[in-house]
């Protein structure tokens, strides 16, 4: 199947109340990983790339390339959208050009009306091609490829000027922290989400800052219209705890131990198994 636009999955998870995982890929490990799971528990999903890992990647039209091969290769026939996660406007325009599915500007920074502009724009050209645009209002908390965001929460009124101008998705802040929630986290506001979902209706909204999130306040979050859930930390964190125990264990010395195959098939079986475990809790699970 080939790369599909984020819209028609994450409208079918809105009303039926689930709400699509978006994984971060930082390599051919991690993808291969993703995919597989999402095959096997018959779930859509949302490969996120950010402008860093695709830098890692060597550039996004590698990490396009690939993906569409895997895609291919592995038989993969639930839906896989391609996402630039966090992006600027020139990344944005970049991703468009190597062949991504969907992608995110970022314009939160952006004093409102140059949000409004630079994202206005950017919905002429993704309809256009057919891809699916995610807007953000409200910096999500935490730091994520060195941009710090101090984790505010979004003015309705300014997710419903954006909401407007006809993105595909919205992610609002609402408290939610990028990385590791820190103990002395007060929660999500379910107070902002509510009022950004009356004033935006029907627009999916996106939940940054997936890792940690207590289940409860994940099920009540898609109650309100969250309908994507971005993880990655929590991916990282899997991959390399089993990493490290692999190299601890010193089974890296024994027999073929030294084929880097080897080597990270406990990292990847440990990702594995954090997206299930996420995908679970999403309610995804089926539904592609
Ligand atoms: P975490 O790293 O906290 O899981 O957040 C991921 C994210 O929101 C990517 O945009």
């Given at each position: 199947m080939a790369l599909v636009s984020a819209k028609e999955m994450l409208e079918k998870a809105r009303d039926g109340k689930y709400a699509v995982g978006q994984f971060n890929i930082n390599n051919l490990e991690w993808t291969k990983s993703i995919l597989q799971t999402a095959q096997e528990l018959n779930a859509p999903v949302i490969l996120g790339v950010s402008e860093g890992a695709g830098k890692y990647m060597t550039g996004f039209k590698t990490v396009a390339d690939m993906v569409k091969a895997m895609i291919e290769e592995l038989k993969i026939t639930v839906p896989v959208a391609l996402h630039l996660d966090h992006g600027t406007y020139d990344g944005c325009y970049k991703c468009i050009k190597a062949g991504f599915s969907s992608i995110m500007?970022?314009?939160?920074?952006?004093?409102i009306e140059e949000n409004i502009a630079k994202t206005k724009e950017l919905v002429a050209v993704t309809k256009q091609l057919g891809m699916s645009l995610e807007a953000e209002v409200g910096a999500i908390g935490g730091e994520e490829d060195g941009v710090v965001g101090k984790g505010e929460c979004a003015d309705p009124d300014e997710c419903k000027k954006i909401a407007d101008l006809g993105v595909t998705m919205l992610a609002a802040g609402i408290g939610n922290i990028h990385g590791k929630y820190p103990a002395n986290w007060e929660g999500l506001s379910f107070e902002t989400l509510a009022a950004v979902k009356a004033k935006v209706g029907d627009m999916p909204l996106v939940l940054h800052g997936?890792?940690?999130?207590?289940t409860d306040m994940i099920k009540k979050a898609i109650s309100l219209g969250v309908a994507k859930i971005n993880v990655n930390t929590e991916c990282q964190l899997a991959f390399q705890a089993a990493t490290r125990k692999y190299i601890e264990a010193g089974?890296?010395?024994?027999?073929?131990?030294?084929d880097p195959r080897k080597l990270l098939a406990d990292g990847c079986a440990a990702i594995k198994e954090t997206v299930k475990e996420k995908m679970e809790i999403f309610g995804c699970i089926g539904k592609a």
């Open positions: 500007f970022d314009g939160s920074h952006l004093p997936g890792t940690g999130i207590p089974k890296d010395l024994q027999g073929k131990g030294f």
